[in-house]
């Protein structure tokens, strides 16, 4: 079992930056993979970064990149997700999610391929 502790959602206006962070606790190894998901009212749940922790590998959406990074930090365990020139249309929950099993590049972007969840952090940001 993983559990999953999220952090760092709020309000921010358009055009500035956001810290979420999560932690994983529990049954994790080499084949640990974390992502970040968002799910806006009204929308489908959508891949947002991927992080495999054997070889520090990054996985964007094409929306967020250039803007938002992946990255572990402090222990092991922990990423945090920098999101910077945020948008109003990246209002949404944002979910932290693992996987303990080695999955292919490709799976990384998708939610069926995570079996932990955290509950949520909300972020809102106003135009």
């Known amino acids: 079992q993983v559990q999953l502790e999220e952090s760092g959602g709020g309000l921010v206006e358009a055009g500035g930056p956001l810290r979420l962070s999560c932690a994983a606790s529990g049954q994790t190894d080499k084949d640990f993979s974390m992502g970040w998901f968002r799910q806006a009212p009204g929308k489908e749940r959508e891949f947002v970064a991927g992080?495999?922790?054997?070889?520090?590998?990054?996985y964007m959406a094409d929306s967020v990149k250039g803007r938002f990074t992946i990255s572990r930090y402090n222990a092991k365990n922990k990423v945090r997700l920098q999101m910077n020139s945020l948008k109003p249309e990246d209002t949404g929950v944002y979910f932290c999610a693992a996987t303990v099993r080695r999955i292919l590049s490709y799976r990384h972007y998708y939610a069926d391929a995570y079996a932990y969840w955290g509950q949520g952090t909300l972020v809102t940001v106003s135009s």
């Open positions: 992080f495999r922790w054997s070889d520090l590998t990054t």
